[in-house]
């Protein structure tokens, strides 16, 4: 997987079918997604659930790029052996989630996957300063994690912040949240290059009018 900055456009398969997440995925893919995101939710550290291990392995042979796996859990430890043997290409755990992100990190890079830390929307950009070299991507999170179809919340100076802080190092920083053509410019031009998003991509499309996937991908691409 070669670094690049260029924006990437990554639909949050929470906002999919669940009944049929292998067509969900080929969907979007095939409509000019660049990334899947997967929202992992233990009903603990957020206050839903959603799937754990078995459904990433079980959806990875249907993602023909990357699987961008976002971990809503507490603790993170125990499972990051599971989500890399599932096939994460990204595994993301919150800064908010236990004591030791830094052993999490190593953890994960250790199980052969690159390594994210998310950050929630009320935890300055400032915790995760000493972490840069430990990480491949930052999570910036403009919802309060746990569902999807909320309201955005501006954060465009913690971006800008984290877009600093990153300097020249080969580190992602996505937007994951209320992410709409409305909301995608601001997040691009303070330094974003993944956007996460959820309702904004399958809103009024479905496997078998997948069409609508590919216009609301590209109405976000082309407000950027
Ligand atoms: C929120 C999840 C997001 C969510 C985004 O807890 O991490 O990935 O699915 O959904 P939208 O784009 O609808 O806000
Ligand atoms: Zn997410």
């Known amino acids: 997987m070669t670094f690049d900055r260029s924006v990437k456009i990554a639909p949050s398969i929470l906002s999919a079918d669940f009944a049929n997440f292998g067509l969900e995925c080929e969907a979007i893919e095939a409509q000019g997604a660049d990334w899947v995101h997967v929202d992992v939710m233990d009903g603990h550290f957020v206050p839903n659930i959603t799937f754990g291990p078995a459904t990433c392995a079980a959806i990875r042979p249907h993602i023909k790029g990357v699987m961008d796996v976002h971990l809503m859990i507490a603790p993170v430890d125990p499972y990051i052996d599971a989500f890399a043997q599932a096939g994460a290409d990204f595994i993301t755990a919150h800064v908010e989630a236990g004591p030791h992100i830094h052993r999490t990190l190593q953890a ?29 991507l930052i999570c910036v999170m403009t919802v309060n ?32 949240g209320g992410v709409t053509p409305a909301t995608a410019p601001g997040c691009v031009a303070a330094g974003a290059d993944v956007l996460v998003a959820g309702s904004a991509v399958f ?22």
């Open 108 to 136: 994960i890079r250790g199980a052969g996957a690159k390594a994210g830390v998310a950050l929630n929307p009320g935890t300055p950009a400032s915790a995760i300063e000493d972490l840069m070299d430990d990480i491949d």
């Open 145 to 176: 994690p746990g569902f999807g179809g909320q309201k955005f919340i501006p954060l465009a100076n913690k971006i800008a912040k984290l877009r600093d802080m990153v300097g020249d190092r080969e580190v992602h920083i996505e937007i994951d």
């Open 203 to 224: 809103k009024g499309g479905s496997v078998s009018n997948p069409d609508v996937y590919g216009q609301n991908i590209r109405a976000i691409r082309d407000a950027i």
